[in-house]
């Protein structure tokens, strides 16, 4: 896997177009950035399109490197545990192999900058004065709200407004495991995202491999032919559709051949949502609960905040041929 790294990063024509950085991040490189713009320089769309392109390529790159790099840690915990059971006396199968799993990646980029584009982001927190005629009906529907919901049985969407009431901003952690098992269409949807990540990680590999593969996948990006977001319905949880509705998730693992053949894949699940509401609607008048849209006012006035929901199942275990 070294040499699949440092002929990749040293191959002449890869080396004129993308910059290698140590911990595996591909980048266009400026003097290719350059070169577009002179090829270009009257085709303003052409450009865009090609830098597009570029951009696209070193993302697939980035992902070879960083699986190779992560799939290269891994087999070195191998090699440690295969040489502590020798040292131990001990067979595999009574001190079987528990890699670790690559940490969850950092939030997704972007996600601010659009909301703020709508109205409902960070910039707009605490960007108005509240209307002298709006305040008292503002405290009655929160009020009402919260009984709503206490009354509905509904304690995943109470509790994330609650958090948002609460006005901090902080973010909220999610209990992935809990979701998982109250959405079972999210944990089936959740596992072929892990397996389809496993099965491209290992297409990264050297010829003749067959140690571990370590893999790690962005929220919401598509692996195989599979999108990692996940729409709850109403009828499937009503509780987490009101809370979360749609759910953006990355996927981080480890395969690796089980002791009694095949393959086992331990991987984790991690979710992340912006908590906001669609803007749009004030509230005075009419005084009505049954249009959500009101409920970024309270943003906006400084009474409650938006955040993120982020969170990590356990290790989850699949074997398989």
Request: glycine content about 8%.
């Amino acid at each position: 896997m070294k040499s699949e790294l440092v002929a990749t990063a040293k191959d002449p024509f890869l080396s004129s177009i993308f910059t290698f950085a140590d911990d595996g991040a591909v980048s266009v490189s400026p003097s290719h950035l350059a070169r577009l713009a002179t090829t270009y320089a009257d085709d303003p769309e052409g450009y865009r399109q090609a830098k597009l392109s570029a951009e696209n390529s070193a993302a697939q790159l980035q992902n070879k490197m960083q699986t190779l790099l992560r799939s290269i840690d891994v087999a070195t915990q191998m090699y440690d545990w295969q040489v502590e059971n020798a040292l131990l006396g001990v067979s595999d199968a009574q001190r079987p192999f528990v890699p670790r799993v690559p940490p969850r990646p950092p939030k997704p980029s972007g996600q601010y900058e659009e909301a703020n584009k709508a109205g409902a982001g960070p910039e707009d927190y605490n960007s108005k004065d509240v209307p002298f005629l709006e305040g008292p009906d503002l405290q009655i529907m929160r009020q009402s709200l919260k009984i709503l919901l206490a009354t509905a049985d509904t304690p995943v969407s109470e509790e994330l407004l609650d958090h948002y009431f609460g006005n901090s901003g902080k973010p909220y952690e999610m209990n992935v495991d809990a979701i998982y098992r109250d959405v079972p269409g999210f944990g089936a949807h959740a596992t072929r995202s892990a397996e389809a990540a496993a099965a491209e990680a290992r297409t990264y590999m050297p010829a003749g491999y067959t140690g571990p593969v370590a893999f790690s996948t962005d929220y919401g990006s598509t692996v195989g032919d599979q999108e990692q977001t996940y729409q709850i319905s109403k009828d499937e949880n009503f509780d987490y559709w009101g809370a979360l509705h749609n759910i953006s998730y990355a996927t981080t693992g480890v395969s690796y051949s089980s002791p009694g053949g095949g393959q086992t894949l331990d991987y984790q699940t991690s979710i992340y949502d912006y908590y906001n509401f669609e803007p749009g609607t004030d509230i005075f008048p009419p005084l009505d609960i049954t249009d959500q849209r009101f409920i970024n006012n309270y943003h906006l006035y400084g009474w409650a905040q938006n955040y993120d929901v982020t969170g990590t199942s356990s290790t989850r275990h699949s074997t398989g041929g």
